[in-house]
């Protein structure tokens, strides 16, 4: 892959993969091989965090289709060596989290991936890219299912103020949708961020999707899109030049 071409995105927007039987297998000790170094690299990454979990999902038979769509990270990875986390000194002490989902999204099973970041004043410290357990009958309901992933915060302010840090406001949930009368027979504990909400421990304020950082940890973007998401992504170090303009 040394020498291979690098690609402007980590997965294509035509990728749908699936178990593809009838294409031929490969071997199975590179492929989790594969998986395995780019799992690693998500630590730092959090741009490739959706397709590397995706192609995961085929490491018991891996097959052509899904070592392509692998090598195309690789390549993605060699287009943008200079991705990583920065963390400004300057940063506040608020909490922020984005939320948002792709309804539907797995062939396999139809179920719908949720993606959420979690920020400390302008710097990313917690992120991810999960299925959801359960499949949801309308995007209300998934979007309401994903937003509990939320909670993640109230953690992380209860772990400052056992620190005796100042918060300088309550967390803040940024998400696509708002509560509605369809969630009502969802398991009670996804209520649990109702509840927090209507007590005033935490805030949701709806976003629109051109605005919502956490869609790329949901489903492959274009270029322009994926490097608005990227930005956006306030603690990312994309580029020296975009570093100096933040400064």
Same mark, same amino acid.
């Given at each position: 892959m040394a020498d291979a071409s690098p690609q402007m995105t980590p997965m294509s927007t035509s990728t749908a993969l699936d178990t593809d039987e009838d294409v031929n297998e490969v071997d199975q000790k590179v492929y989790r091989g594969m998986i395995g170094s780019l799992l690693y690299l998500t630590a730092t990454r959090p741009d490739i965090q959706f397709s590397v979990g995706l192609c995961a999902r085929f490491q018991a038979y891996p097959r052509e289709s899904h070592r392509t769509a692998v090598k195309q990270i690789l390549r993605y990875t060699k287009f943008t060596? $200079?991705?990583g986390l920065w963390y400004s000194v300057n940063s506040t002490l608020s909490v922020l989290g984005f939320l948002d989902l792709d309804h539907g999204g797995c062939r396999l099973d139809c179920k719908s991936t949720s993606g959420a970041c979690q920020f400390l004043g302008t710097s990313l410290v &917690?992120? &991810?890219s999960r299925k959801q357990s359960s499949v949801a009958t309308s995007t209300c309901e998934a979007e309401y299912v994903a937003a509990t992933s939320c909670t993640q915060m109230l953690w992380m302010l209860a772990t400052l103020r056992d620190m005796a840090l100042p918060m300088e406001e309550f967390p803040s949930c940024v998400i696509n949708t708002v509560l509605h009368s369809r969630t009502k027979h969802i398991d009670v504990r996804y209520h649990f961020l109702r509840n927090k909400y209507e007590k005033g421990i935490i805030d949701l304020v709806k976003v629109l999707c051109e605005n919502q950082v956490a869609?790329?940890?949901? =489903?492959? !973007? =274009?270029?322009?899109? !994926? $490097? %608005? %998401?990227?930005? &956006?992504?306030l603690s990312l170090l994309v580029k020296e030049s975009f570093v100096s303009s933040k400064a």
């Open positions: 060596p $200079e991705f &917690s992120w &991810s869609d790329i940890l949901t =489903k492959p !973007l =274009k270029f322009q899109p !994926l $490097e %608005g %998401g990227v930005r &956006s992504l």
